[in-house]
């Protein structure tokens, strides 16, 4: 951290161009400065934040309902057939 700095203090890190374009890149989508964009990555990352939505959430919840519902009618039907 510098010493000696008006605002928040900093942190510096050393950063390969390459992924420095990429994570330009990906702060850019976000419509975030890049400074944002790494502040908001590693408080999600130290404040263990679910990567899903609770739409996605319950999505994953109703696909997996439907795969269940389909897994016992196929195992109905595989009895039924080794039944005759």
Known sequence: M????RGSPRVRIRLQPSKRRIWEAAAAQEQLTLSAFIRKACDEAAT???YLTHEEIEAY?????QLRGAGIKLNALLRNLHAV
């Not at 510098?2 to 700095?5: K, L, N, S």
């Not at 919840?61 to 309902?65: K, P």
């Open 48 to 50: 263990a934040e679910a």
């Open 61 to 65: 919840h109703a696909a997996a309902e």
């Open 2 to 5: 510098r010493a000696g700095h």
